[in-house]
């Protein structure tokens, strides 16, 4: 039974290859712009 995917915009992190061991699944685009989205104002440059 699929289970449900969360993301936190602000603990973004970028795995290495080697520490990936297997797939757990896949992410759709729309999961993955929901993020983005978020993500930008956390990234961009203070005024």
Same mark, same amino acid.
Do not use: C, D
């Given at each position: 039974? +699929?289970?449900?995917?969360? /993301?936190?915009?602000? /603990?973004? /992190?970028? +795995?290495?290859? &080697? /520490? $990936? *061991? ?9 999961? *993955?712009?929901? $993020? *983005?989205? &978020?993500?930008? +104002?956390?990234?961009? &440059? +203070?005024?």
């Amino acid at each position: 039974m +699929p289970q449900q995917s969360y /993301a936190s915009p602000w /603990a973004v /992190a970028s +795995p290495k290859h &080697a /520490a $990936i *061991v297997r797939r757990q699944g896949r992410l759709e685009e729309s999961f *993955v712009q929901t $993020i *983005v989205n &978020a993500l930008e +104002p956390y990234l961009e &440059a +203070p005024n």
